[in-house]
């Protein structure tokens, strides 16, 4: 069994969902992610947010555009990923924040819900997370699980930990996180 994770140096402090290191490839690690809550955004078409719009109205939520005027630590990382020929971002809300303790966003395209424990097969990567490299790593990545034995059980997300307005290419920290079959 691994180390708890719940700190970061490389995303400036900010709280990152708890998980437990399960196995480590030569390539990537398995984790098994504690419960957490999350705001999601859901845009049409593919494009995994790329043109902001989708972060600044989840940003929003957390920065006070909710019913409480209330502001919410952001943490780490932001989730992308595509579902049913949609795009979907989502920040992780801090663990001190029960779903029902949480206010409700004044943009009714902002959802807060309720994420259970997952496992995913995690593999790094620094510099720009264009769509290419992503899916091309993604692509390795689903190799490399299939061939150590993991069963793959649904679609790749991106994880981007840095802000890539401020962070130089070559020190961001990305993750492509595809769910496993627990074993």
């Known amino acids: 069994m691994g180390a708890v994770g719940l700190g970061s140096n490389m995303a400036g402090g900010l709280e990152e969902p708890a998980h437990e290191v ?9 984790r098994r992610y504690a419960p957490t809550v999350q705001a999601r955004v859901q845009k049409a078409g593919p494009g995994q947010g790329s ?8 940003a929003g939520y957390i920065f006070g555009g909710n019913e409480a005027g209330m502001r919410i630590a952001m943490t780490a990382p932001v989730h992308l990923w595509e579902e049913d020929s949609a795009s979907m971002l989502a920040f992780t809300m801090p663990s001190e924040h029960a779903l029902d303790a949480l206010p409700t966003p004044r943009d009714a395209g902002v959802h807060l819900l309720d994420v259970e424990a997952h496992t995913v097969a995690v593999l790094a990567f620094s510099g720009l997370s264009r769509p290419a490299k992503v899916a091309r790593l993604a692509q390795r990545l689903q190799a490399m699980v ?9 679609p ?11 962070t130089l290419p070559f020190m961001r920290r990305n993750e492509i996180h ?5 074993r």
């Open 146 to 154: 299939e061939a150590e034995g993991h069963e793959v059980s649904g």
């Open 22 to 30: 399960l196995a480590t490839h030569d390539g990537f690690e398995v």
């Open 51 to 58: 043109d902001g719009s989708a972060f600044r109205r989840v």
């Open 156 to 166: 790749y997300r991106l994880a981007v930990y840095d802000n890539p307005g401020t």
């Open 178 to 182: 595809l769910p496993v079959a627990s």
